[in-house]
């Protein structure tokens, strides 16, 4: 079945420490993106990627990197600049306008 | 700048009663609006969405909603809420018009809505 695949689905974070949450589609969309939702902000765009190899920054990019080495894979860090960064992360994709809206099943971050 | 407004924070409703979610958007052109649900702990399902044509668009689990142009609206209703409603939803809006992908979604701040027996 398509669809999009994040893990892990809780991750803990060390202080100074960098982690990678990792989202894969097999629905050979064209653009991925990151989002972070923190309680009664709903959903902010972090990065996007309309296409391999590049990728544009969202809305809160600052403490966060990403690559797009592949169309199926497009991985999110969290590095140690990211001063907050206990959230819930969700990765969508899309193909088309028709297309906005698949999401996957989130990563929650905390730190230790 | 693209922005969505959802007025009511929390939204009490009882089962079998009907529910209306309101959602204002701000865009200068023509909108693309979804409506998602979001279980506790889960990703976001996407409910509905309008593009273009009939300004009544119906949903999955019974989720119809209206834009109203004049009104800058896309409300959410449900003639009959069951208990397995109860969770949060979000209003977003999409820049239209242009090429689709990397298009970006803009996100309201979500309601919950709690389902009393």
């Known amino acids: 079945d398509g669809g999009i695949t994040q893990s892990p689905k809780y991750l803990f974070r060390k202080e100074g420490q960098n982690v990678t949450l990792s989202c894969e589609q097999n629905?050979?969309?064209?653009?991925m993106y990151w989002y972070r939702q923190d309680p009664g902000q709903g959903l902010r765009l972090i990065y996007y990627?309309?296409?391999?190899?590049?990728?544009q920054k969202g809305d809160i990019a600052e403490g966060y990197s990403v690559s797009r080495e592949k169309k199926e894979s497009f991985p999110l860090t969290v590095t140690s600049a990211q001063k907050n960064p206990t959230a819930f992360y969700l990765c969508?994709?899309?193909?088309?306008?028709?297309?906005?809206?698949?999401f996957g099943a989130g990563t929650r971050l905390s730190v230790l | 700048a693209q922005s969505v407004t959802q007025p009511d924070i929390h939204i009490t409703v009882s089962e079998g009663a009907s529910l209306e979610l309101r959602c204002n958007y701000s865009?200068?052109?023509?909108?693309?609006l979804f409506w998602y649900v979001q279980s506790p702990g889960q990703g976001l399902q996407l409910l509905l969405k309008?593009?273009?044509?009939?300004?009544l668009v119906q949903g999955i689990k019974g989720f119809e909603a209206e834009f109203k142009r004049s009104q800058s609206s896309f409300n959410l209703r449900k003639p009959s809420v069951h208990w397995s409603d109860a969770a949060e939803y979000f209003c977003?809006?999409?820049?239209?018009?242009?090429?689709?992908?990397?298009?970006?979604?803009?996100f309201g701040g979500g309601t919950r809505v709690l389902v009393k027996p």
């Open positions: 969508a994709s899309s193909a088309g306008l028709t297309d906005l809206g698949l």
């Open positions: 629905l050979n969309h064209d653009a």
């Open positions: 990627s309309q296409i391999v190899n590049d990728f």
């Open positions: 865009y200068g052109a023509t909108p693309y």
């Open positions: 309008y593009f273009s044509g009939d300004t």
């Open positions: 977003a809006v999409a820049r239209g018009g242009i090429k689709a992908a990397g298009n970006k979604l803009t």
